[in-house]
């Protein structure tokens, strides 16, 4: 995974005070068919060559507003995970989840499903038949060394609005903002936020000064710390601010999801759906989705109807472990 390589921009800032404000980079998103040969386009800023992680954030896919009726929606089949929580978090439409950890659910606008692989899990998504747009984000979380073999788990969390001086309000789905705390667990210090902001409203953030940032636009056009934004694109933020400044610039509403983390030390590989920390981790997971040589590592799917996703060959030289930029 990784994708070709793209140029980032760190864009002049040009807004009162700009002298002291944070440098923004800006990561543009590529298109990705997503979901094997029922395929579902998707926007993903994150992995890239220039950036692996945002604290642990590894993985950000950004799909929608989707007609159901002209692109099918959503039908991936089961697949695997290893090493990582996937946070399913939705704008517009439904989403049946299910998996081998025995979980039947749904995901909802503003209501958070984080799933932890840990050693192993299998899990279908599937758009519902009432869906008529599909409009959402897929977010993957590395799991530190320590708990790459932890055990599958689940968790759903719904939080309600906060207000936010300024013009707008946020819904705080991992971590702590704004004075508002999700319950959901995470293996290393998070933040996960759906932000709302008014035409033209300025909005000022307090944040952990120990974490890095990333802010995705889902629509509207906001600056990040002075730095413009438009749809799709995802502004980094080093550690070091202790506040953070959106300001909206259109006439209509924006929506962002912000994104946060104490900086994630560790070299990891991201292979199809695995996440490991060596060529021969992927490769072991690999085989044993493929094979019955370990029928309980990833377990079964109930309920969904058709045949699992199956795994793509690994490439002829070694996976290399990437880690944070610099």
Known sequence: MGGPTVSTAETDLTEPNAAAAPRVEVLPARDVPLGGPRAMTVRRTLPQRSRTLIGAWCFVDHYGPDDVAGTGGMDVAPHPHTGLQTVSWLFTGEIEHRDSHGVHAYVRPGEVNLMTSGHGIAHSEVSTPDTTVLHGVQLWIALPAEHLHTARDFHHHAPAPVALDGGGEARVFLGTLAGDTSPVPTFTPLLGAEIHLRPHATVTLDVDPAFEHGLLVDHGDIRLA?????????????????????????????????????????????????????????????????????????????????????????????????????
């Open 226 to 326: 002075g730095t413009p934004l438009r749809r799709a694109e995802l502004g980094y933020l080093a550690p070091g601010p202790t506040t953070i400044t959106l300001t909206n610039t259109t006439d209509d509403d924006a929506r962002a999801v912000l994104l946060g983390g104490t900086p994630f030390e560790e070299q990891i590989i991201m292979w199809w759906n695995f996440v490991g920390r060596s060529h021969e981790d992927v490769t072991r997971a690999r085989e044993e989705w493929m094979s019955s040589a370990n029928p309980d590592r990833f377990g079964a799917v109930e309920g969904y109807p058709g045949d699992r996703l199956p795994a793509p060959e690994l490439p002829s030289i070694p996976l290399k472990a990437r880690g944070r930029a610099r």
